[in-house]
């Protein structure tokens, strides 16, 4: 069952301009999963970016955040989720926080969200906006997210929203059996998303497609 914030009425052209991201960037560029889409439709995109820029919050593209970081286009955001295919029950573990709106989609999807950020500022902020909304099955720490959390692991799910030169090696094995990895893993300046599902001892990867993130910071990231 989808889970519901319980926060504040939102304005009717907001909600017409996320249908109409829904449709014409999710659906028919072959997003599938109708929880995924669900919660797209829920999540109020805008008022996780700066009050100047809500006129594109529904845009298809990112968005700068402050700080050196983005707001990863609303496909990009879909793709990542629908592919660790969540039900409901998982317990998940995303890497850069930012703005809070990739948090806000897994705590519609999943038991419990926890996210690292390592700018204190969008932590704090994050955690603001994920409270006044009223998702409050979302836990942000300010830390080095390349190391994971392994004090609330094995994880069905993690999601790295930053780009790393390889998949951090310390959060594989924080990963259940089963259990699936996405992240984006290349150079600063252009990357491949992949996914990766732990089966028993062993860890198997599939290529997906190009993308582009800022840099993941961090003992097993690139050096700020």
């Given at each position: 069952?989808?889970r519901?914030?319980?926060?504040?009425?939102l304005?009717?052209?907001?909600?017409?301009e996320r249908e109409h991201?829904?449709?014409?960037?999710?659906?028919?560029?072959?997003?599938?999963d109708k929880?995924?889409?669900?919660a797209m439709?829920?999540v109020?995109?805008?008022?996780?970016i700066?009050?100047?820029?809500r006129s594109?919050?529904?845009?298809?593209g990112?968005l700068p955040?402050?700080?050196?970081q983005t707001?990863?286009?609303?496909?990009?955001?879909a793709?990542?989720?629908?592919?660790?295919e969540l039900t409901?029950?998982?317990?998940?573990?995303?890497i850069?926080?930012?703005?809070?709106?990739q948090?806000?989609i897994?705590s519609?999807?999943?038991?419990?969200?926890?996210?690292?950020?390592r700018?204190?500022?969008?932590a704090?902020?994050?955690e603001?906006?994920?409270?006044?909304?009223?998702y409050?099955?979302?836990v942000v720490?300010v830390g080095n997210?390349t190391?994971g959390?392994?004090?609330?692991?094995?994880?069905e799910?993690?999601?790295?929203?930053a780009?790393?030169?390889?998949?951090p090696q310390p959060?594989?094995?924080?990963l259940?059996?089963g259990?699936?990895l996405?992240?984006?893993?290349?150079s600063?300046?252009?990357q491949v998303?992949?996914?990766?599902?732990?089966?028993?001892?062993?860890l198997?990867?599939?290529?997906?497609?190009a993308?582009?993130?800022?840099?993941l910071?961090?003992?097993?990231?690139w050096k700020e």
């Amino acid at each position: 069952m989808l889970r519901r914030g319980k926060g504040r009425s939102l304005s009717t052209d907001y909600e017409k301009e996320r249908e109409h991201m829904v449709e014409s960037q999710l659906a028919r560029r072959g997003i599938k999963d109708k929880r995924v889409l669900e919660a797209m439709r829920q999540v109020p995109r805008h008022l996780f970016i700066p009050e100047d820029m809500r006129s594109l919050a529904y845009c298809d593209g990112p968005l700068p955040i402050g700080h050196g970081q983005t707001i990863s286009q609303p496909y990009i955001v879909a793709l990542m989720t629908e592919l660790l295919e969540l039900t409901g029950q998982e317990k998940v573990l995303e890497i850069g926080t930012g703005s809070g709106y990739q948090a806000a989609i897994l705590s519609r999807l999943a038991r419990q969200v926890y996210s690292l950020e390592r700018h204190a500022a969008l932590a704090q902020q994050a955690e603001k906006v994920l409270a006044q909304l009223g998702y409050d099955n979302v836990v942000v720490r300010v830390g080095n997210g390349t190391l994971g959390w392994p004090e609330h692991s094995p994880y069905e799910a993690i999601i790295i929203t930053a780009a790393a030169p390889e998949v951090p090696q310390p959060l594989p094995d924080q990963l259940a059996d089963g259990g699936r990895l996405v992240a984006p893993v290349g150079s600063q300046w252009s990357q491949v998303l992949v996914k990766v599902r732990r089966q028993s001892d062993l860890l198997i990867r599939e290529r997906l497609t190009a993308v582009a993130f800022v840099p993941l910071v961090g003992e097993y990231g690139w050096k700020e």
